[in-house]
Each structure stands twice: as structure tokens, then as C-alpha cells.
């Protein structure tokens, strides 16, 4: 099965740097994903790792280490409009391909502070 | 194109009714999911389609719980005889292929059983 384990809540002030872990278990794995979603909204897809090493788009950066099945999600230059959801998610794997279908962790509700 | 669109954006039906949900995905997307999403919870998946096919369902989808994608362009999740353990949002996604690392998803169909 799958499992994924992130904080429940961070709360940051404006212009502040937080990072978001995650550590996963799962039977297949096809790279870790990250996802926003605010209050009533849709998730978004903020970026995807499925190398060991840093992805950076923009003020959000996303780190896989898959020897320790961990990864991390850094929002830098806060904003209030930051304050939202963020997702940790696996892809599957389904006799020896990937379906694309996603594992979402629990979620870290981001409060940002002015 | 817009996105992904779901139809109605909330549903409120006394227990034992039947509700079907449709989902419009972005047009040249094949790939086509559905997750549930309970408060303080991420998605969890239910099933996904290839096109017309419907490849894998989760545990989750009970007997209860049907889907199609008819023609392989929108597709309606369809719960029988609801019961309020239902309640949650039903969120559609899709996807052009399952290396696509990101998935487009709606706004999410609310249900509430009374």
C-alpha cells in the first residue's frame, strides 16, 4: 500500500521561507508531486520530482531524495495568497506501468501571517 | 478551453436518493479520474478511464458507485441509494497520458446527504 506523512499545519509570516516535508512508503514509485489547494478550491499542480535532486519554478522549489523516501516543498518570498493546502502526492504503479493515478498525503493547511 | 468542468458544483439529496455527477475534462486529455475528498483529508482515488475504458477501480467504489465515460469524452459518477457516510467532494481530473506529470483537476462536485 501507500502511505504519506506530511505536518498538518505551518504557519510563516509574509516574505518568510517555510518547507513542507514529506516522507512516503509505497509499493511502486513514479515520482513525487505537489499540489496546492485553497479553501473551496480546486488542487493545482505546483511541481513534480522523479530524480533525487532540487526543481525550482519560480518562488516554489520541490527536493526528492529517493534512498530515504523524502521529499520537501519550499515556498519562499511568502504571500498571504500562499495561505492554502499543500499536497504531497505518489504516483502508482500497476503491474509494471503507471496508471498516473495520484496517493495524496493528508495535506499541510499554510497559514501566512502579514 | 477552460479546464476541467464539473457539473453541479454542490448537491444536497436526502439519504436513499440516487445522484449522478458529470465531468467534462480538457479535450484532448484520455485520461480521466475521479478522487473524493473528505475535510481535512487529501483525495483519494476511485477510478480512472483510458479513453472509453475504465482500467482500475478503487476498493472504495462500492457496489454503489458507478461510472462511465461514454465515447471517451465526459464522463458521470453515479451513486445509488446514498447514505451520509457519502458526503464529501467528488473531484474529477484528467490528464493526456499517465507520464504527464500533472493532472488538471475541477472544481469538485459537493454532495451532502441529509
Known amino acids: 500500500g501507500q502511505s504519506l506523512e506530511q505536518p498538518s499545519e505551518v504557519t510563516a509570516v509574509e516574505g518568510a521561507i517555510v518547507q513542507i516535508n514529506c516522507t512516503y512508503q509505497?509499493?511502486?514509485?513514479?515520482?513525487l508531486s505537489w499540489y496546492q489547494q485553497h479553501d473551496g478550491g480546486a488542487p493545482t499542480f505546483l511541481s513534480y520530482?522523479?530524480?533525487?535532486g532540487l526543481e525550482e519554478t519560480g518562488r516554489f522549489s520541490s527536493f526528492l531524495s529517493r534512498s530515504d523516501s523524502y521529499g520537501y516543498l519550499l515556498l519562499q518570498e511568502l504571500q498571504m495568497k500562499d495561505s492554502a493546502s499543500y499536497f504531497c502526492a505518489v504516483r502508482d504503479e500497476y503491474r509494471g506501468s503507471t496508471l498516473g493515478r495520484l496517493y495524496f498525503g493528508r495535506g499541510t493547511q499554510l497559514t501566512v501571517w502579514p | 478551453d477552460t479546464g476541467v468542468s464539473q457539473d453541479p458544483r454542490h448537491k444536497i439529496t436526502k439519504r436513499g436518493q440516487n445522484v449522478t455527477f458529470r465531468c467534462d475534462p480538457i479535450?484532448?486529455?484520455?485520461?480521466l479520474y475521479w478522487y473524493r475528498q473528505t475535510l481535512g483529508q487529501g483525495p483519494e482515488f476511485l477510478t480512472y478511464f483510458q479513453n472509453e475504458a475504465q482500467l482500475e477501480k478503487s476498493r472504495l467504489l462500492s457496489d454503489r458507485f458507478s461510472a462511465e465515460r461514454p465515447k471517451g469524452s465526459f464522463s458521470t459518477l453515479e451513486i445509488q441509494r446514498t447514505e451520509q457516510g457519502d458526503s464529501a467532494m467528488y473531484l474529477c481530473a484528467s490528464s493526456f497520458r499517465p507520464e504527464n506529470t500533472e493532472a488538471f483537476f475541477g472544481q469538485g462536485t459537493r454532495l451532502t446527504v441529509v
Open positions: 520530482n522523479a530524480l533525487d
Open positions: 479535450s484532448e486529455h484520455n485520461r
Open positions: 509505497t509499493s511502486g514509485f513514479y515520482g
